[in-house]
């Protein structure tokens, strides 16, 4: 090498170096500059990284206990505590589970307590499951197909075999209750 090449090389690595504290010092002055800013969106971000973390924590703590406390009644259906606890932490668990208790047992209050539920799918349910347990005609989002069948052996009950065969047409052939309906059809008002 040349004194000529190991000069030019040597320009060429004080060019870089120069760029590069050119840019530490630019940095150094952004940082000066927004220094408040930046320890400040830091913080947002731990904080906020930190309280997400922590509200999981607390909702999953809710749910084991409400689990915990849903198995203990599974087994124990008079334990208060675990009655207390299960309404306290997951109140849509506790009103199904005072629906299936509601229809083992055939409790009609405390299903027309659960008709007034705030979630729809209680509501419905249990407003189907009141309506056959006092052999009234039912009306049913969940158990559509059902409330029919229900309906039209109402109807059947009381002599009104057309309004009943109309009540059964009314079940769609791909519902899972259509053979039944054509059975009911079949042997109860066959030529009528």
Do not use: C, W
Request: glycine fraction near 4%; hydrophobic fraction near 40%; proline fraction near 1%.
């Amino acid at each position: 090498m040349s004194i000529k090449d190991n000069i030019n090389e040597v320009k060429k690595e004080f060019t870089t170096d120069e760029q590069m504290l050119v840019s530490a010092f630019k940095l150094e002055k952004f940082y000066k500059k927004h220094k408040i800013k930046i320890f400040i969106s830091l913080a947002i971000v731990v904080l906020a990284v930190g309280g997400k973390q922590i509200a999981d924590l607390i909702e999953q703590n809710r749910l084991n206990s409400a689990n915990e406390a849903y198995l203990t009644l599974l087994k124990d259906s008079k334990n208060n505590q675990a009655l207390s606890t299960l309404k306290d932490k997951n109140p849509l668990l506790f009103e199904l589970y005072n629906y299936k208790n509601a229809v083992e047992s055939g409790d009609t209050k405390a299903l027309e307590k659960l008709v007034a539920s705030k979630n729809s799918l209680i509501s419905d349910i249990s407003g189907y499951h009141l309506s056959v347990l006092e052999k009234k005609e039912a009306s049913s989002d969940i158990y559509n197909g059902m409330a029919i069948i229900n309906n039209a052996n109402i109807l059947i009950k009381k002599g009104k075999i057309s309004e009943a065969k109309n009540q059964l047409a009314l079940i769609d052939e791909n519902s899972p209750v259509y053979n039944i309906s054509k059975i009911i059809k079949h042997y109860t008002i066959k030529g009528k």
